[in-house]
C-alpha cells in the first residue's frame, strides 16, 4: 500500500466509487473526470471544502480498508472523522484490554509520551539553532500522569524559542497558525488510522478527557509527532510561505514520509505511528511494558532540508 493522503480542496467536487478507484468529478459544466486514485492506495482522505459531495458507497469502501474520512472546518480544524468498527481481528479482546487497563498504567504511559514530546521539542529547537536547555531540563521533572504540568510548561516555553516571542497559538488565527492547524489534522487523521488498525477504541484516552472529544487516544498518541509539523512551519516561514495553499499542504504532508529514528532503525512517520499504537495494546495486553516512541530528533529528509537553509 502507498499510503497516500487525499485531500479534496475545490468546492466544485463529486467523490464516488468505480471499479476499485475513488474518482474525481467537476460538479459543474459537463462534470468531467479530473481524477482517480486506487482505493487501496489511499489512507485518509481529506475534505477541506463545503460544496464537496460523495456518495455512501465510497465512504463504506473507505471504511472497509480503515481509511478515515475527514471533515475539516474554518481555518482547515478537523470537526470530525468517519472510522471503521472493524479494525483489528482481535480489537474485541484489545478494548476490553484498554478498558481495564489501571489508573497507575495509564498515568504511566502518558508520563512517557510527554517526556517523548519534550524530547522532540528539544530537538526541533536544536535544528534551528535555538537554545534546547529549557526542554531539556523538564523532561526528568515529568513524574508519572504529569501532575505538575510540566507539558504546559514546556508549550510556554517552546512556542516563543521556536516562532518568537510575539508568537501565541490560536487555532483560530491565521499565518503559522492555520499551517500548524493543517499539518495537525494531517497527523491527526494518520494517528487515528493507527489506533483503529491496533484494535483499540480512539475515545478511551490516557489523558485527554474532554467529554465532547471523540479521538482522546488519538490526541494523545500524536503528541511526539506534532514538533515535526512545527519544524515544517518554521521551514516553511523561513522560506516565506506562511499561509496555506497547495504547495504548502504538499509540503506538511510529505512530513508523514520523512524517515525516523526508533530503536530498530529508520522508518517513515506513519509506520512509527503504527508501531506506537500497537505497543500500547501489546502494553495493555500484558505483552510489553514501554511504548514504542521514536527516538528524539528529526525526520532525516526534513534535517536535511533544514540545513539547507
Given at each position: 500500500m502507498i499510503d497516500r493522503i487525499v485531500e479534496i480542496a475545490d468546492d466544485r467536487r463529486h467523490l464516488l466509487v468505480h471499479r476499485g478507484f475513488m474518482v474525481v468529478r467537476d460538479t459543474e459544466g459537463e462534470r468531467a473526470e479530473l481524477g482517480q486514485v486506487p482505493l487501496d492506495d489511499i489512507s485518509a482522505v481529506i475534505a477541506n471544502a463545503h460544496g464537496i459531495t460523495y456518495t455512501n458507497n465510497l465512504l463504506v469502501?473507505?471504511?472497509?480498508?480503515?481509511?478515515?474520512?475527514?471533515?475539516?472546518?474554518?481555518?482547515?480544524?478537523?470537526?470530525?472523522?468517519?472510522?471503521?468498527?472493524?479494525?483489528?481481528?482481535?480489537?474485541?479482546?484489545?478494548?476490553?484490554?484498554?478498558?481495564?487497563?489501571?489508573?497507575?498504567?495509564?498515568?504511566?504511559?502518558?508520563?512517557?509520551?510527554?517526556?517523548?514530546?519534550?524530547?522532540?521539542?528539544?530537538?526541533?529547537l536544536e535544528a534551528i539553532g535555538a537554545p534546547t536547555a529549557p526542554l531539556n531540563a523538564l523532561v526528568s521533572k515529568v513524574r508519572s500522569g504529569d501532575p505538575d504540568n510540566i507539558e504546559a510548561q514546556g508549550a510556554r516555553r517552546y512556542w516563543g524559542l521556536l516562532f518568537g516571542a510575539d508568537f501565541r497559538r490560536d487555532s483560530g488565527g491565521d499565518g503559522r497558525n492555520a499551517l500548524l492547524n493543517y499539518g495537525y489534522t494531517v497527523v491527526r487523521a494518520a494517528a487515528a488510522r493507527a489506533v483503529v488498525a491496533a484494535g483499540l477504541h480512539p475515545s478511551l484516552g490516557l489523558h485527554h478527557s474532554n467529554d465532547s472529544n471523540a479521538m482522546r487516544l488519538v490526541d494523545d498518541l500524536m503528541e511526539p509527532f506534532r514538533p515535526l509539523i512545527d519544524l515544517r512551519v518554521w521551514q516553511l516561514c523561513r522560506a516565506h510561505e506562511a499561509r496555506v495553499t497547495p504547495e504548502s499542504k504538499r509540503a506538511l504532508v510529505r512530513t508523514l514520509y520523512d524517515d525516523m529514528q526508533t530503536a530498530a532503525g529508520v522508518t517513515p512517520v506513519t509506520v512509527c505511528l503504527q508501531k506506537l499504537a500497537t505497543s500500547l495494546a501489546q502494553v495493555f495486553e500484558g505483552v510489553r511494558d514501554k511504548l514504542d516512541l521514536p527516538l528524539p530528533g528529526l525526520p532525516l529528509t526534513l534535517a536535511g532540508q533544514l540545513g539547507d537553509t
Amino acid at each position: 500500500m502507498i499510503d497516500r493522503i487525499v485531500e479534496i480542496a475545490d468546492d466544485r467536487r463529486h467523490l464516488l466509487v468505480h471499479r476499485g478507484f475513488m474518482v474525481v468529478r467537476d460538479t459543474e459544466g459537463e462534470r468531467a473526470e479530473l481524477g482517480q486514485v486506487p482505493l487501496d492506495d489511499i489512507s485518509a482522505v481529506i475534505a477541506n471544502a463545503h460544496g464537496i459531495t460523495y456518495t455512501n458507497n465510497l465512504l463504506v469502501a473507505l471504511a472497509e480498508r480503515g481509511a478515515p474520512f475527514v471533515l475539516c472546518g474554518a481555518n482547515h480544524n478537523a470537526v470530525g472523522m468517519l472510522l471503521t468498527l472493524n479494525g483489528h481481528h482481535v480489537q474485541a479482546r484489545r478494548i476490553e484490554a484498554q478498558v481495564a487497563a489501571t489508573l497507575p498504567m495509564r498515568k504511566r504511559l502518558w508520563a512517557s509520551i510527554v517526556k517523548s514530546k519534550l524530547e522532540q521539542q528539544a530537538a526541533a529547537l536544536e535544528a534551528i539553532g535555538a537554545p534546547t536547555a529549557p526542554l531539556n531540563a523538564l523532561v526528568s521533572k515529568v513524574r508519572s500522569g504529569d501532575p505538575d504540568n510540566i507539558e504546559a510548561q514546556g508549550a510556554r516555553r517552546y512556542w516563543g524559542l521556536l516562532f518568537g516571542a510575539d508568537f501565541r497559538r490560536d487555532s483560530g488565527g491565521d499565518g503559522r497558525n492555520a499551517l500548524l492547524n493543517y499539518g495537525y489534522t494531517v497527523v491527526r487523521a494518520a494517528a487515528a488510522r493507527a489506533v483503529v488498525a491496533a484494535g483499540l477504541h480512539p475515545s478511551l484516552g490516557l489523558h485527554h478527557s474532554n467529554d465532547s472529544n471523540a479521538m482522546r487516544l488519538v490526541d494523545d498518541l500524536m503528541e511526539p509527532f506534532r514538533p515535526l509539523i512545527d519544524l515544517r512551519v518554521w521551514q516553511l516561514c523561513r522560506a516565506h510561505e506562511a499561509r496555506v495553499t497547495p504547495e504548502s499542504k504538499r509540503a506538511l504532508v510529505r512530513t508523514l514520509y520523512d524517515d525516523m529514528q526508533t530503536a530498530a532503525g529508520v522508518t517513515p512517520v506513519t509506520v512509527c505511528l503504527q508501531k506506537l499504537a500497537t505497543s500500547l495494546a501489546q502494553v495493555f495486553e500484558g505483552v510489553r511494558d514501554k511504548l514504542d516512541l521514536p527516538l528524539p530528533g528529526l525526520p532525516l529528509t526534513l534535517a536535511g532540508q533544514l540545513g539547507d537553509t
